[in-house]
């Protein structure tokens, strides 16, 4: 890469020096504008949608690999326990062990507590910290998550399912709908993954889900002043106002007992949250005070017999592993709607979680995560989950931090943790027989209360006020409308934000840097400067229909105001003579594009200017050309040029030679004669 | 603007000269990056809806003027007449008589032909080509529309008001929702021009209306089969599907009479209408043919009986001019949906088509029509014409552009034209009893023959194959399914493309033009050559959330594939250090995108790299400050250029005046100790 200078001071210099050509020959040398290499439209649509669907480019390790060993990865791909189960060794397995015992002291508590958020029968819970992890086991790629119920899919499920059918009078259809829509669950999750459709996710933005995940918190934790209160009859709604309603309508129902054993607890175990949050070190003491809590206050409610004394309880749960309950799906009947919808719900926002956890954790311990094979993990885990008594599960955020900090390594920790709840579920039932219900609401508060985001939210504020109204729209919407209603009011507004951004893309008037050959927009830069005769605006979005005709009286408007501008100051008539477009910023173009620059140059002409383009990126280029049917258009080097700085030069040269020969100043009394082009009139750029 | 080319050679000399430096001092006079002027966010705001709702500024020429002067320019504003009414003058009006008289030629026999279409009595036609002209007149700002009912708005009134209600049955219901429905589409029209949501017609790009557009062409066609047939019993149906069957199976009804005279004065309307294009100076031909048409066939009609040979006729017309009829408006009552729907889509429709005919005779002869208040006006003209009995009106095509060949020069044409419609209603309409069906039919063909445009249909193929996708999918929407199905399906898709566009936005590989400091794509231009130890990407959308999870996983799968390809052609370690991101097309950020370049730095730290940034545009630069908590980042020059030479040459320079002192060569063990950076190592950009 030989230094030469001769272009560059050659651009430079331009300004000062008058040099005297001919007329059609350009001045500098300036370097042309070419489209990419020609490529069929096959091969475009199969790179596009190769760009879209297979983005991260899966097969690309199956490359010329010998038939074996793609056997061996494609297996590997499927199933990643292949790829990490070989090296296992005796040391990974004591740091798993160690996590796994952990997660699964937080995951049995708050197995049963999701399960009552669920309006499930609490086994339910403990069922779905048992399959569904040893299922993510052989089929997932995250080494730090930490499969199970989640909070906000629970509150999801309970109240979609709610709407329909009660879960007090209709014990067992609810059951069956619960199952059918975690089916439905995880046969949309695996398509989303097998289909490459992930795309759908991203459309939760995070604005969106912090004040979601705040609204829900919210709405979970009202939901616990039942437990928390003692209260017996209460609402089955889940919006704030009817839930605040219920509370103070039943200040009878209010138990003395319940209330103090519940705010115990909750200092207790908001205060072991904080140190756990304070000294990851002291992740222990956090992950191990729900169980301790659940184990004090079942000893406690035995030792006082307090459940005749206004502290309601578990009572007696079933032993056993989980029973199946593929016989139990629904797939027609009048509820289908209802479950495929709750199922579609629940489905993206437990996908959300995980996906989300999954790639925290890997970003921390560099490794990748596979978006796609993950959503098909967990998918497939929710599919076996419902026939086997389980509702819909994730990756955790809450559990899979203690997880990470409690060292785990790979996902034989998660085997762990289900080998314990397997322990607990065939011999330690008996147990939770008088834990009392109290307990259950303050470990689902504080589970929830990490999920209200403050920093964040303020985060989002400073940046993006614009986020931050579709973050308090989520917000509000979920506590006042509903779970469903919130989210999908937040993203439609997320998107409509979007369309609006394309309908009405900026331009900007470009001005020199002074002694470069740099343009910048002159309101960011306060030392750009304008260049005389030159009005050079930058079009900084795509073209396409919904928005060229705003580009069109935009630019129109642009050139006006600058030739009156000028003419104010100026006291006579505007010297203006070329528009330059930079198309620098301009990714793609439809139809309307090539006729917008169509339109806009005969308009342009018509008050007596020249319209020139400069560095139309691929795409564009291309469709320019095939959209110039006099075919002559592109070969002229004066309507086209690669950067800014060379098409001010160039065409500053011409008009020089020009002016020296035939007008004696910069006026070139255009209003005269408004068609005068200087060298072809006739033969227009497009 | 003195030139200064030390700057310039300095970043061209670079590759070849080794300066020794001091290690944290940059090298080359570099430029700094500055954010935009501190604006309030009410003022952005303000900013924002600005350029969304008002981009042409309509107040600007209120500015400064004595309050005199603006109290008649608002009256001029709001009606146009008194613009150029006070300098009419004898000489416009001649020409405008000529045209006038010209277009009412043709918006007699249309006027009756298009009622028919949409299943009114044909006398309707007819008064809705008195009364809305001269409102037109009064408000509207085109000079060369020429205004009256249309053939696809026709259409899809009939077609949609159908679905409910039978026109043979319940002639007077299905008249008072066909006036209420106008009412409806002028009251949508007149809103969206005053509330400046103009922006809802871009959305119908000009692919869809080409492919809606033949669509229709082929389903009124079909329509006329009837007439031009003598069909008496025909399928209510519109789809190509039903209308054959139904021809095909009545072969019986066939009339002979009807077929010859139907064959005859269609192939010569085909034959003026052929000479009219070919030659525009005698566009009279054209324009007058159909009139003469109607008369001839009467005459023939008359003398011969023909009515009682298979011919049927419009039959007795009543005399005098528009009823009122704002009593027959349903604004309550089980119709209203549809109603209101039907208003919705016609007024779009008619919009659009209005909207589009103006901006093309305006550019044609160099004047503005103001979009908004082309809304305005067409919408008080469609609610004054549903209480006079009119019904959905609009400027249409074919006879504005007789009504511009034949030299009208303002609005007055449109007077004459109502003038000699008014004649005809209060003394010819006798005439009209013997007019045979027949010949309507064969006015409307002729008429919608004209949008089916092939050429234009090629053309869309020619520059962009999803573009022509949405037209296809239009056109056999509307001839299958229904033409408001074949409406929406286009128009689902096409922002459903623009979805897909910014999810996967581009990102590209620039290279140095050998010579230059400028960088290009190096699919683009073969000669744009990589700069060792650089990885060069431009990402050329806006970062939203969208896809900023994408552009993550894609910039990581750029560095991956880069380094492996270097390495496999080396053989050895790669020896990339820096990735530099032009941000030059990224017009607009949002919380996402500063968490995708904080989490991208990261990143590409963790594999021993450094993330520089290149020309952050306004917004961005100011969101990137905003997101930056430590702030002590943006005063680092070394991650935060302006342009991409200027980031090379002072890396570069750094880097060797580093290597001089600490390494021997360019490979810096970055493997060894992966988390080295030259200078601060501690210190991150982001």
């Known amino acids: 890469m030989e230094p030469t200078t001769t272009n560059m001071s050659n651009t430079n210099n331009m300004h000062s020096q008058t040099q005297s050509h001919e007329c059609v020959e350009i001045a ?18 199969k790179a596009r949608l190769k760009e879209t669907f297979f983005p991260d480019d899966p097969l690309r390790q199956f490359k010329g690999q010998p038939l074996k060993q793609k056997f061996i990865l494609g297996a590997q791909y499927i199933f990643p326990i292949l790829e990490w189960g070989p090296n296992y060794s005796f040391k990974l397995l004591k740091s798993d062990i160690v996590s796994g015992l952990t997660i699964a002291s937080l995951a049995i508590p708050q197995g049963i507590s999701y399960a009552k958020l669920a309006n499930l029968p609490p086994i ?32 999801v499920l309970g109240s979609m399912l709610r709407q329909e059918v009660s879960p007090a009078n209709d014990t067992v259809l609810f059951l069956q709908l619960a199952f059918s829509s975690t089916f439905f669950a995880g046969l949309f999750q695996a398509s989303l993954g097998i289909l490459r459709l992930g795309i759908i996710i991203d459309f939760l933005s995070k604005a969106t889900l912090i004040g979601f995940m705040a609204g829900a918190a919210i709405i979970v934790s009202l939901q616990q ?72 206050s079942t000893l406690l409610v035995f030792a006082f017999k307090a459940q005749h004394h206004g502290i309601s309880v578990i009572g007696k749960l079933q032993e056993g592993l989980n029973p199946p309950s593929w016989n139990m799906l629904h797939f027609h009947g009048s509820h289908l709607g209802l479950v495929m919808k709750t199922g579609l719900i629940t489905g993206i926002l437990s996908l959300t979680e995980g996906i989300a956890v999954g790639r925290t954790f890997a ?26 008594s389980c509702y819909v599960t994730t990756g955790a955020f809450s559990r899979s931090a203690v997880n990470h900090n409690a060292g785990a ?7 762990v943790m289900a080998v314990t709840v397997m322990v607990t579920l065939l011999f330690l039932m008996p147990l939770f027989q008088y834990t009392p219900n109290v307990i259950l609401g303050a470990i689902i508060v504080t589970a929830v209360v990490g999920l209200i985001d403050i920093p964040a939210a303020y985060h989002v504020w400073k940046i993006d006020k614009f986020d931050f ?19 999908a009011i937040a993203v439609s507004i997320s998107i409509f ?29 306060k030392e750009a400067a304008r260049i005389p005769g030159f009005l050079i605006l930058s079009i900084e979005a795509s073209i396409n229909f919904a928005n060229s005709s705003y580009l069109n009286e935009r630019i129109l408007r642009w050139i006006e105001d600058y030739e009156a501008e000028e003419e104010e100051q100026t006291k006579k008539q505007s010297g203006l003579r070329f528009v330059i477009l930079d198309l620098s910023a301009v990714s793609a173009m439809d139809t309307s594009g090539v006729s917008l620059l169509k339109d806009l140059r005969k308009a342009v002409e018509n008050k007596g200017l020249e319209l020139v383009l400069v560095n139309p990126l691929g795409e564009v280029m291309e469709k320019l050309q095939r959209g110039d049917e006099a075919h002559d258009v592109f070969s002229r080097p004066d309507c086209l040029f690669l950067t800014v700085g060379e098409a001010v030069a160039s065409l500053l040269s011409t008009v020089k030679a020009q002016s020296s020969s035939h007008v004696s100043n910069m006026e070139f009394n255009r209003r005269v004669s408004p068609k005068s082009s200087f060298c072809e009139p006739e033969v227009s750029c497009l």
Chains 1, 2 share one sequence.
């Open 225 to 296: 002043l039942k437990a928390l209160l003692g209260i017996t009859h209460f609402t089955p709604q889940m919006g704030l106002v009817p839930v605040l309603s219920s509370v103070f309508h039943h200040t009878n129902e209010w138990s003395w007992q319940a209330i103090l054993m519940g705010v115990c607890f909750l200092v207790l175990l908001l205060f072991t949250r904080h140190i756990g949050i304070k000294k990851p070190k002291l992740f222990w003491v956090s992950a191990g005070a729900p169980l301790v809590s659940v184990i004090l």
């Open 469 to 487: 109204l579709v973050l308090l729209c989520a917000f509000l919407g979920v506590i006042f409308i509903s779970v469903q209603g919130g989210l």
């Open 409 to 415: 390594k790979t996902a034989v920790s998660n085997i």
């Open 28 to 45: 500098m040398e300036v370097h042309k504008v070419v489209p990419p290499p020609h490529r069929s439209t096959l091969k475009k649509l």
């Open 497 to 525: 934000k979007i369309l609006m951004q394309i309908t009405r893309p900026k331009t900007v008037m470009l001005g020199n840097i002074p002694g470069t050959d740099i343009y910048r927009n002159i309101r960011q830069y």
């Open 124 to 155: 339910v819970g403990l069922y779905s910290s048992f399959v569904p992890p040893l299922v993510y086991a052989v089929l997932g790629s995250s080494r730090d998550l930490a499969v199970g119920p989640v909070s906000i899919a629970s509150l």
């Open 363 to 388: 970003a921390l311990k560099n490794y990748q995560v596979d978006g796609n094979k993950e959503m098909i993990a967990i998918g497939l885990m929710n599919m076996v989950g419902s026939s086997t």
